[in-house]
């Protein structure tokens, strides 16, 4: 009986690392996401994204995108990076990534899973038609739907 229970925690164990650079790899990758809104209310758009509550967790810093959002964390957290580009066909392409960060034996160890879920977030708020107005207003609202590359 204490066999298997080994075996299951070193499994366990196993699982959690391969998650863990899974979503390392995930925050790594740029995140790319066709908006139609003009690049100065996707901007608003996306800063609206941190407001709120998350305000506090998210400080702005400097970096090499339009937006530049430092995860307040261990040994000054994961910096998330977005650049804003006008679009060709009158909107704006949206790129997203985790521009510095601290890594440990391919781990990023200040929490890549924030970079991510906010790439999610932001992708379903470019998406959604009454984003704009939430930006400008009431803060974060759920919202579906996404057309994220």
């Given at each position: 009986m204490g066999g298997v229970v080994v075996v299951l925690i070193i499994l366990a164990i196993v699982a959690f690392l391969g998650w863990q650079f899974a979503e390392s790899k995930r925050a790594l990758a740029t995140t790319q996401v066709e908006s139609r809104y003009t690049p100065e209310e996707t901007a608003q758009i996306v800063d609206g994204a941190f407001g709120g509550a998350r305000s506090v967790l998210w400080a702005n810093t400097s970096g090499p995108g339009t937006i530049?959002?430092?995860?307040?964390?261990?040994?000054?957290?994961?910096?998330?990076?977005?650049?804003?580009?006008?679009?060709?066909?009158?909107?704006?392409?949206?790129n997203m990534w985790?521009?510095?960060?601290?890594?440990?034996?391919?781990?990023?160890?200040?929490?890549?899973?924030?970079?991510?879920?906010?790439?999610?977030?932001?992708?379903?708020?470019?998406?959604?038609?009454?984003?704009?107005?939430?930006?400008?207003?009431?803060?974060?609202?759920?919202?579906?739907?996404?057309?994220?590359?």
């Open positions: 530049n959002k430092r995860r307040r964390g261990y040994r000054g957290g994961i910096t998330m990076s977005i650049d804003i580009e006008p679009s060709p066909d009158g909107g704006s392409r949206v985790a521009s510095e960060h601290l890594e440990y034996l391919v781990f990023l160890v200040n929490f890549a899973g924030v970079v991510n879920r906010r790439k999610r977030a932001i992708a379903r708020l470019l998406a959604e038609p009454n984003s704009l107005r939430s930006a400008r207003g009431a803060g974060d609202q759920p919202v579906s739907g996404h057309r994220a590359r």
